[in-house]
Antibody, heavy 122, light 112 residues
Framework: QVQLVQSGAEVKKPGASVRVSCKASGFMFSTYYMHWVRQAPGQGLEWMGIINLGSGSPSYAQKFRGRVTMTRDKSTSTVYMDLGGLTFEDTAVYSC???????????????WGQGTTVTVSS | DVVMTQSPLSLPVTLGQPASISCRSSQDLGHTDGDTHLNWFQQLPGQSPRRLIYKVSNRDSGVPDRFSGSGSGTDFALRISKVEAEDVGIYYCMQGTHWPPSFGQGTKLEIK
C-alpha cells in the first residue's frame, strides 16, 4: 500500500534551516507529484509547494519563495523539503502528501505522511 | 488565488443525527480536464489528515458510506448521515483545480 514515512521531530533556533524528508513506497515514484503542507499549532492547513517526482521540477507558494527548496532522490524514493530563515512563526507540523499522477490534471492530494514537528525556539 | 470558505466552523451534533458542512469557492472549480477537483479530508485528534472524498462525490476506499459529498461550480457540501463518536475531528475541503491549491479553514465537529 502507499506509504509516506517522514523524518523525526526537529528543534531549531531562529535563523537556522531545517530539512524534512519523506520516504515513499507502494507506488511508482517517478509518475506522481508530491506536495508539502504545514499546520501551525491550533491552526488550519497551509499549502507550501509541489514537486514533480519525475522531472524534479518544484513550484512554491508565493509566501515561501526564496526560503523553501523541494528536491527528490529517485534512487531512494525520498523527497526533501528545506526551509531556511526560520522564525517562531515557522513552528508547525510539516507533512508531505502524494499528489496526482503527472499525466493527469489537477493538484489534489490523497495519502499523507505522518507529519514532522518543527519547533523554532531560542 | 482561490479562497475556500467553510461553514460552520464549529458543528456540535447529537450522536446518530445528520451533519452537513458547506464549502464555497471564490472561483468555479470545473477543470479543463472535465473533472471538478474538490476533495474532503478528515483530521482526527492527533492524526494526519485522511482523504474521505475526491472529485466532489467519490468516496475513498474504506470510508463508511455515511459520508457523502455533493455540489458543483462554487458550492459544495460534505454530509454525514448519522454521526458516530469516532467522527469527532476537523474536516477540511481542498480545491485542486486552480493554481495554487488551497484549503478551507476547517470545521470542527463535536458531539453535543
Amino acid at each position: 500500500q502507499v506509504q509516506l514515512v517522514q523524518s523525526g521531530a526537529e528543534v531549531k533556533k531562529p535563523g537556522a534551516s531545517v530539512r524534512v524528508s519523506c520516504k515513499a513506497s507502494g507506488f511508482m515514484f517517478s509518475t506522481y507529484y508530491m506536495h508539502w503542507v504545514r499546520q501551525a499549532p491550533g491552526q488550519g492547513l497551509e499549502w507550501m509547494g509541489i514537486i514533480n517526482l519525475g522531472s524534479g521540477s518544484p513550484s512554491y507558494a508565493q509566501k515561501f519563495r526564496g526560503r523553501v527548496t523541494m528536491t527528490r532522490d529517485k534512487s531512494t524514493s525520498t523527497v526533501y523539503m528545506d526551509l531556511g530563515g526560520l522564525t517562531f512563526e515557522d513552528t508547525a507540523v510539516y507533512s508531505c502528501a502524494r499528489g496526482e499522477p503527472i499525466m493527469r490534471g489537477g493538484y489534489g492530494v490523497d495519502v499523507w505522511g505522518q507529519g514532522t514537528t518543527v519547533t523554532v525556539s531560542s | 488565488d482561490v479562497v475556500m470558505t467553510q461553514s460552520p466552523l464549529s458543528l456540535p451534533v447529537t450522536l446518530g443525527q445528520p451533519a452537513s458542512i458547506s464549502c464555497r469557492s471564490s472561483q468555479d472549480l470545473g477543470h479543463t480536464d472535465g473533472d471538478t477537483h474538490l476533495n474532503w479530508f478528515q483530521q482526527l485528534p492527533g492524526q494526519s489528515p485522511r482523504r474521505l472524498i475526491y472529485k466532489v462525490s467519490n468516496r475513498d476506499s474504506g470510508v463508511p458510506d455515511r459520508f457523502s459529498g455533493s455540489g458543483s461550480g462554487t458550492d459544495f457540501a460534505l454530509r454525514i448521515s448519522k454521526v458516530e463518536a469516532e467522527d469527532v475531528g476537523i474536516y477540511y475541503c481542498m480545491q485542486g483545480t486552480h493554481w495554487p491549491p488551497s484549503f478551507g479553514q476547517g470545521t470542527k465537529l463535536e458531539i453535543k
